[in-house]
């Protein structure tokens, strides 16, 4: 697993896939896929998973 990215887990990102930018909390990265917490609503939360081999890049929010 990527240190790099072991060290965003807990920190608001920008991931970008195929053009498109999902930002939420990085909540867990393995060898394969990083998790991420994407508030869509004030009180609505979605869980989206991402394959790492997908990731365009990484922009850390804070």
């Known amino acids: 697993m990527s240190k790099l990215l072991e060290e965003l887990v807990g920190k608001k ?3 970008y ?3 498109v930018e999902n930002v939420g909390v990085v909540m867990a ?3 394969d896929w990083v998790k ?3 508030e869509y ?3 609505k939360k979605q869980l989206m998973l991402y394959p790492i081999e997908d990731i365009a890049s990484i922009k850390v929010m804070e």
């Open 13 to 15: 990102c920008a991931i």
């Open 17 to 19: 896939t195929s053009g």
């Open 29 to 31: 990265v393995d060898e």
């Open 36 to 38: 991420l917490e994407i």
């Open 41 to 43: 609503k004030k009180d």
